[in-house]
Each structure stands twice: as structure tokens, then as C-alpha cells.
């Protein structure tokens, strides 16, 4: 049988993971990429670290050069987090001849169209599978399956930590910093979980979603993101009473007749029942609009090292068979800049949103409240007002959900109502996704 020879670059955890599959499980991908792929090269930078992988030691090497200079390896799979050395790494295999596959979500949210021209250049092709949802093969139904389609939509729950920890929340009324102690301890939330807490994953990952299936090229940076960090028991309590389910949610739409695209990702409140507010624990999901399909949802774990791997190695065997090759050039077309859509200003996303004000418990101050959010052009759906408790301070939480307004009239609209001298603490307001 044919031989493809691949390397690997960055033994962590996934790296270990594609190297147990190329070396436990040849026969299974020689079946299904008609060919054998052989790992010849597997470069880390401590030889001396124990790993859970028994890697051959002629196989084993901290040379990188070993590696780049062999013109016998077609195809490297690039497992090295964050950005440097990883771009120079990356940029170096193309340079090369190499194919390169990668697992590296912040390195292709930051420079993905710079390395994607740069690969086109010199006739190679970048697979990136596992850089969003892990073992969801999100990315090729996007570029394949569903390439009859235009895109309309993209919602999703990318990440994994912060899906556990809302659920824990939702589900056993459990308090944010016990849960994510507990996410700690079962290796589900890395010692310092910021990436993850604070919208900063998820938003690296949607801007890969959107290059790929709306052309947009945004830095991650630019996405407005919230986190759920800061996100109230009391707040996912009342979302409850009302029907819904609070998740963290990449956003991804057409607006403008297909001319632009709105991205943002933040806690949003979901109708209970829909695919999106069942998924649970540690799982990912994406759900996608086409206009052709309709809707389509995809579920699964998006983290952890088996599911990683194995987008890896699938990667791997499309790049081997020709596959990637195929897919990688319909990305061309956005490089054209009139063909991809722009980034549409966020103060435009429309929508509904959940509020809730502290008040003091004086008449009038409904009236207030509701004067404000007119001004602005906001009419109520509905609202719940509890009684007095027993604090000295007197307050009520004053629960609205609106009609669809625009976020830059919700934002006017809470900085006024948050200056009143009624109104106590910070008021909330989380968006409603319909």
C-alpha cells in the first residue's frame, strides 16, 4: 500500500492523542485514506518530559530542522499553542512544501488569512479542524457538505468550561466560583480559566466560523464578547421562571441582503427546549442556517483529547488523499473583497433583551424605567415584579423582557435607567436569542 509520510510538531496532550491513533491504529486509517500514513518525525522541545505515548526513538527528536528538511514528509500535523514560536513554525513547514494541519485557534483567529494567503502562494493547504468544537467536524460541513448554501446563520456553544459551569448553575441553582472549582478539579477548566470565562475562546473560535462561511476577515479582537464570569444566580433563576435557559452563545448572522455580518458572543437566553439550551456539561454545539438545507445542529464534545485527535488525524488523512487541497482553494474566493461580506457595527445588532433592575420600592419608579427605554424606542413584552424583601435596603428586582431593539438604543437606554436614584446596584441585560 502507499505511504504517506507525516510529522508531528508539539507533543501536549492532542499531540500525544494523533500520535496513539498513527501508531495503535494504522490499519483503520490506511482504510480510510487508501494509503498508510507514517509518522516519521515527532518534535517537541523536552525529550526528557514523560508522556503517556511510547514514541519509537527514531522518531522522537527535539530537531525541528530534522523535520522541515525531510522532503519525504508531505503533511505535518502543527500542535503547538498560542501564537510564537507557532506562526513561525507554521510559516516555515508552508515554506517547505508542506501541507500543514492544526489544532491552534488563537494562531488562525489572529493571522488565519495571512497564513491562508501565504499557503495559497506557494500551492499548500492549511487544515484546521480542531481548532473549533474539537471532535465536531464543524468546519468541513461548512466548506463541503453545506456548500450549496449560503450561510445565514451561525449560533453556537464553543466552549466547553464555561457550557459546564453555566449548566451546573442552571440546573442545581449551584454558585459560579464552587462550580469552578469543581471544573478544576475534574481537569475541565484550566488553572487560570480567563480564556475561557471571559468570552475570549469562544470569540477566537467565531472568527474562524466567519472567515469560513461568510468571508468576513475580523480580528478576534474586534467581536465584542462577554464572558460568564459575572453572570448572576438570581438572573438565571427568573430566566427559568419565564422559559428559558441562559447559555453562552457565539453569534454569527447576515444582515444588509448578504452585504455584512453581525458577530458577538455573550450570555444569551434561549427558549427552553431548543437544541441549543439542552446542551449540557462539557459539550459543544453549533447550530447553522443554510438557504438552501435550513437548519442544521451539530453536537458533540468540542474539547478533551481523544475528540481533538481524532479531527486531527482526520485532517490528516483528507490532506493525504487530496481532499484539503480541493476544499482550501474555495477559500480564494474570499480573498476577493468583493465577494466577502464586512463586519457590520455592533451597535446595529438587533434583537430582544432580558433586563432586570434593582429598584426601591417607591411609586412611579415602573414608570420611570419604562419612560426611559421609550425614549429610546424599546416597548415592553412583559415584566415581573417581586415584593419587598426583608433587607433594609427596600429593593425589588424589576424584570423586563423587551421587543426587538437595536443594541446601541439597549445601551443608551441602561446607562440612563442605571443613573437613576431609584435604581441600585447595576442593572443587567442579557440578549434573547430568537
Known sequence: MEKTNVGIVGLGTVGQGVAKILLDHGDRTARHAGRT??????????????????????????????????????????????????????????????????????????????????????????????SVAGGIPIIANVSQCLSANQITSMHA????????????????????????KTAQELGLAEADPTMDVDGSDAVQKLAILAHLGFGARVHWSDIPKRGIDNIQACDMAFAKQMGYRVKLIAYAKLVDNGKGIQLCVGPMLIKAGEPL?????????????????????????????????????ADLIDTAVGRTDLTFKTLELWADGNKRVEFASPGELEGRFYMRFDVQDHPGVLGQVTSLLGEQGISIASVIQHEVGDGPAKTVPLVMMTHAAKESAATAAMTQIAALPTVADTPERLRILD
Open 277 to 313: 439550551a439542552e446542551v449540557q456539561a462539557n459539550y459543544n454545539a453549533v447550530s447553522v442556517v443554510g438557504d438552501a438545507v435550513g437548519p442544521v445542529f451539530f453536537h458533540g464534545q468540542g474539547a478533551g483529547q481523544m475528540p481533538t485527535a481524532s479531527a486531527v488525524v
Open 37 to 130: 500514513l507514517w509518522l516519521k518525525h515527532a518534535i517537541v522541545r523536552d525529550l526528557s518530559k514523560p508522556r503517556d505515548v511510547n514514541i519509537p526513538d527514531d522518531i522522537l527528536s527535539d530537531d525541528i530542522e530534522r523535520l522541515i528538511n525531510d522532503e519525504s514528509v508531505s503533511v505535518v500535523a502543527q500542535l503547538i499553542g498560542g501564537i510564537e514560536p507557532a506562526k513561525s513554525i507554521t510559516l516555515r513547514l508552508l515554506e517547505s512544501g508542506k501541507d500543514v494541519v492544526t489544532a491552534n485557534k488563537a494562531l488562525l483567529a489572529a493571522h488565519g488569512p495571512e497564513l491562508f494567503d501565504r499557503a495559497r502562494e506557494l500551492g499548500r493547504s492549511i487544515a484546521f479542524e480542531a
Open 157 to 180: 456553544i464553543l466552549n466547553g468550561t464555561s457550557n459546564f459551569i453555566i449548566s451546573k448553575m442552571d440546573l442545581e441553582g449551584a454558585d459560579y466560583n464552587e462550580v469552578l
